[in-house]
């Protein structure tokens, strides 16, 4: 059972360059999410997907785009990639309530220069 | 804005030993839920144990077990009988609002053989 999975792995960049993080779930939930890992602050939520056909901001949007295309697919693009968009990126999907636990990805480990 | 932090940024432990990871929390919230996730080396987020705030009594798996003082709001993570395989970041996350998840800096714990 593959959960979430995530593409690619590992990213260089130049500053400027754009580039789409691609996501899929296969556990049919209807929530999916966007987070950046940065030492020592935690994840912090990017955009989220509360279902099919909606997406809006989390706690850092800015520079950031997403498309949920289906219920299984959820990606996240940065137009024109900055230096401080280096990071570990995570998607997430989860059942809908507050007590659903989120479920991730292995991460993409994303560099711009 | 709820925050969740976690005071020790690293911890170590003697193998078949126990420690205590400590997760506080500022919410004005009476309906919440609380997690704990593992991250190994492999990146990978591992969903370890969560709590719902209206429950008195404390979550348990298995070796893992949480001291919920809901009146301090504090969260901690007790790992009886620690493993090798324990060694990872240890993160504490709080849910109330639908799909918004707050993640603390994270613990890395070290296990001694």
């Known amino acids: 059972n593959a959960g979430v999975t995530q593409t690619p792995k590992f990213q260089v960049l130049k500053t400027g360059q754009s580039m789409t993080l691609q996501c899929a779930q296969d556990m049919n939930h209807n929530s999916m999410y966007w987070y950046r890992q940065d030492p020592g602050m935690g994840l912090r939520l990017i955009y989220y997907s509360a279902s099919e056909g909606t997406t809006d901001k989390g706690e850092v949007p800015n520079g950031y785009n997403v498309s949920r295309l289906n219920k299984r697919e959820f990606s996240l693009r940065l137009e024109s990639a900055a230096p401080s968009q280096t990071s570990v990126y995570f998607c997430a999907s989860s059942e809908t309530g507050n007590d659903q636990p989120q479920h991730f990805g292995d991460g993409t480990r994303l560099s711009i220069l | 804005a709820q925050t969740v932090t976690q005071s020790q940024p690293e911890m170590s432990v003697q193998e078949a030993e126990t420690v205590t990871l400590s997760c506080t929390y500022d919410t004005s919230e009476s309906d919440y839920y609380l997690f704990w996730y593992k991250q190994p080396p492999s990146r990978q987020m591992i969903l370890v144990i969560r709590q719902e705030a209206y429950k008195q009594q404390n979550a348990t798996e298995n070796r893992f077990s949480v001291n919920f003082q809901k009146a301090a709001k504090s969260f901690s993570l007790k790992i009886s009988d620690s493993q090798l395989g324990d060694a990872a970041m240890y993160f504490c996350?709080?849910?109330?609002?639908?799909?918004?998840?707050?993640f603390g800096a994270g613990t890395r714990l070290t296990v001694k053989p």
């Open positions: 996350a709080y849910r109330s609002a639908p799909f918004f998840m707050r």
